[in-house]
């Protein structure tokens, strides 16, 4: 019940730059030595963009890339919280929670690293997946396909390109790629001393994890939940496993398809 | 800096070293977490919610943010009595500081066993009794919602327990101050005022409501003058110790809920998203005995009431 590394902590952090991507999406680096330092892909962190309890949670993002004292996120405008953090400058603070849970490497505990990984992320998704690929480098990645929803998505769609060089794009409307999911772009069988590493929509993971049913514990999922702490205390965030109920903050949020019960699990 | 005699507060058959309590259902059993560190400025710590067998809790969106606040519906998810005991305790005891188990009042049968499987252990100082439930064996409402049947659920616990037992109101009782003096004369050490506020949220998208079980309970600062209101009503009906609960978030709303009566506090969704909290309560705290020139906090205590 313990979580991969050690619990998180609160830190006044300033915002070292954004970059809007487009339609609402966009990267913003933030400045904090302590989470930049020690988080590791398929880890998140808690963000607070609001000041007197308003919006009053924090909103869980992914680690999209860190090194020397920065690390980044990658949002997509959903509601007033990530509204607020779309809005932050270079120079504004921000509070931060992290680095929190199990990702793509503790959370496999002594299982060693797979020869090949492929990579596969819907919309947003991609942050935890472009910060896996600097970290196993790119001759370890057999192959990326990420899908998003289409139109609106286009900046979106260049900055994928941009930081996955031959990357096997799909959206739903085909307006950008080819119609289709990121499922489309991976192989139907997976190959020997291969695994998938996904994050994205809870349908696509659900959907994932159909595709290679026998395969399900070479096939790790960086799940999303509501959640109010990020610290295991809530309780808000759990999902259903052949082990019980557990944790994504904490527990998580990385695990293999084949632990998630998938058919118990609410959209 | 405080001095520890300043924020001494005995309380309830408990001495603690600070007037902050963290409420239950908050603090996770993840061992830093538990380290002095990382609880200065606690004077007490109540468990998650424990009931005499494990329960998996509710299924479904648990969580769901409000102006100011949060409705969570977790359905007291716990692993129950003995393996709260076997896996639970021996981290909590090593805090080194006084705790409370909080214990689900569940039918008759289930919280007289669950008290002596506890009974049986040397060194839990304290049940929380939580009376938010819904009686089993009655008509189904809370057990909190009338004197009546929260007399009874305290003549049970106490008619068990030997050691501190402090009892949680809930906030949907009509006759919160019935219930308070029904909660003293059966022989509560202290009074827990209270718990989250029943409410609900709509999943427009979903054009369903977003909880399962439709209500769920509401906390955070959105409910602290709801909260405060309570404490002083019931305050003004009992002679016990009472503990000040929902919505502080601030040594400001700490400081109004003891000049209103209450001897200490609980923080618990505020602590979800500072973990500093207890500490800067009791920075401010301190700083106010020193500017308005009282001794200790004990002596804020109902400073609010006289005329």
Request: aromatic share 6%; proline share 6%; charged share 20%.
């Amino acid at each position: 019940m313990s979580c991969g590394g050690s619990a998180p902590r609160d830190y006044e952090a300033k915002v070292a730059g954004s970059r809007a991507l487009g339609d609402g999406s966009g990267l913003i680096a933030v400045e904090c030595e302590a989470i930049a330092s020690a988080a590791e892909p398929g880890q998140f962190v808690m963000v607070r963009p609001g000041s007197c309890g308003d919006p009053f949670l924090g909103r869980p993002l992914a680690v999209a890339a860190a090194s020397g004292g920065i690390f980044k996120m990658l949002y997509r405008v959903v509601g007033r919280g990530t509204e607020l953090l779309a809005s932050k400058r270079q120079g504004d603070s921000l509070v931060v929670r992290g680095p929190i849970g199990r990702g793509f490497f503790s959370s496999r505990g002594d299982t060693p690293l797979p020869k090949k990984v492929l990579l596969a992320g819907g919309s947003v998704g991609a942050a935890p997946l472009l910060f896996a690929a600097r970290r196993l480098g790119m001759a370890k990645v057999a192959g990326v396909s990420m899908g998003v929803a289409g139109r609106g998505w286009e900046g979106f769609a260049e900055w994928l390109k941009e930081s996955f060089p031959g990357v096997a794009l799909f959206s739903d409307d085909g307006s950008v790629g080819t119609k289709g999911t990121a499922l489309d772009g991976l192989p139907s069988e997976l190959p020997a001393d291969t695994e998938v590493w996904a994050c994205g929509p809870q349908g696509m993971l659900r959907a994932l994890a159909a595709k290679y049913p026998s395969d399900g514990a070479r096939v790790r999922v960086a799940l999303e939940s509501r959640m109010a702490c990020g610290m295991g205390g809530c309780l808000g965030c759990v999902i259903p496993t052949a082990r019980g109920n557990r944790r994504v903050c904490v527990d998580g949020p990385v695990f293999t398809a084949e632990e998630v019960l998938w058919n118990e699990f609410a959209d | 800096m405080s001095s520890r005699t300043e924020m001494h507060v005995p309380l309830g058959g408990l001495n603690l070293e600070s007037p902050v309590i963290i409420a239950s259902g908050v603090w996770p059993y993840e061992a830093e977490l538990w380290s002095p560190e990382r609880l200065e400025g606690v004077g007490a710590l109540c468990t998650k919610a424990v009931s005499l067998n494990g329960r998996a809790g509710n299924k479904g969106v648990r969580v769901w943010e409000t102006p100011c606040g949060m409705l969570n519906s977790i359905g007291l998810q716990n692993s129950g009595v003995r393996s709260f005991l076997d896996d639970y305790l021996p981290l909590v005891r090593g805090a080194n500081r006084p705790f409370l188990v909080n214990l689900v009042m569940e039918s008759e049968r289930e919280v007289r066993e669950s008290i002596a499987a506890l009974a049986e252990v040397p060194g839990i100082p304290a049940i929380e009794l939580n009376i938010s439930c819904p009686n089993v064996d009655g008509d189904g409402m809370a057990w909190g919602i009338s004197a009546e049947s929260a007399a009874k659920a305290v003549r049970i616990a106490r008619s068990e327990w030997k050691g501190a037992l402090w009892v949680k109101l809930t906030p949907q009782s009509p006759d919160l101050a019935g219930v308070a003096k029904a909660v003293e004369a059966e022989g509560a050490d202290a009074i827990v005022c209270g718990n989250t506020w029943l409410g609900m949220a709509m999943d427009i998208k979903k054009k369903r409501p977003a909880f399962q079980r439709v209500v769920a309970g509401l906390s955070g600062p959105a409910v602290f003058p709801l909260a405060l209101r309570t404490v002083w009503q019931v305050c003004g009906a009992v002679k016990i110790p009472v503990v000040g609960c929902g919505g502080v978030a601030s040594w400001e709303d700490a400081t109004a809920m003891l000049l209103a009566g209450a001897s200490a506090v609980e923080v618990g969704a505020a602590l979800f998203i500072d973990f500093e909290l207890p500490r800067k309560i009791v920075a401010g705290l301190s700083a106010y005995l020193a500017e308005q020139k009282i001794d200790s906090v004990s002596g804020l205590t109902g400073l609010g009431r006289h005329e």
